[in-house]
């Protein structure tokens, strides 16, 4: 039961990263990356549709990114979804395709986004103290209930702190490199 606890844990600790992942994924950080369109969404037929089951979309270039509908007739639907969404790039539309060029990001805009990384990181790591926090109450539930002795869930609250020391090592490395990336693009 208890090992069963520890495997919970880290799954949710786990989850916690990929959700601290795809948010750095959607900053800018100067350089195209598709998956700041990720959040947009498309009115497409009276549904909002999310960008990418209606278009392809290819970065050409590193500033670039190359949204190709698959119903040509969806251009204006996609042009108002990119302008109504937070990624704050105006779409360039040609008949054919939507182009967004990235700008270059100015000092400040690089600082603010090194806070933004930070915001998110720290946000991250509270998830994780608070599965941690759940993990433990568990365990102690358990010695409660005679599942569990003393010594057993001393030794699971050792193994649950080393879960949470993983996973805060590995989100402030993903928040290093994000930052890095923001300083040097």
Do not use: H
């Not at 999310?50 to 509908?69: C, G």
């Amino acid at each position: 039961m208890a090992d069963n606890l520890l495997k919970t844990t880290k799954a949710r600790m786990d989850k916690s990263i990929e959700a601290f992942q795809r948010e750095l994924g959607s900053i800018r950080a100067g350089v195209a990356n598709a998956s700041i369109l990720d959040r947009v969404s498309v009115e497409y037929y009276g549904a909002p549709t999310p960008l990418n089951q209606l278009a392809s979309i290819t970065i050409p270039e590193p500033r670039m990114l190359m949204i190709s509908p698959y119903d040509k007739g969806s251009l204006k639907d996609i042009e108002k979804g990119i302008l109504m969404s937070d990624v704050g790039i105006t779409p360039n539309n040609d008949g054919d395709v939507i182009r967004l060029t990235i700008p270059a990001l100015t000092k400040e805009r690089r600082e603010d986004l090194v806070k933004v990384v930070g915001k998110e990181q720290e946000n991250a790591k509270i998830s994780v103290r608070n599965i941690r926090r759940d993990a433990i109450d568990d365990c102690k539930k358990m010695e409660k209930n005679n599942e569990l002795t003393e010594d057993d869930v001393k030794r699971y609250e050792k193994d649950i702190q080393k879960l949470t020391d993983n996973a805060t090592d590995e989100i402030d490395r993903l928040a290093k490199v994000k930052e890095e990336e923001i300083r040097n693009n």
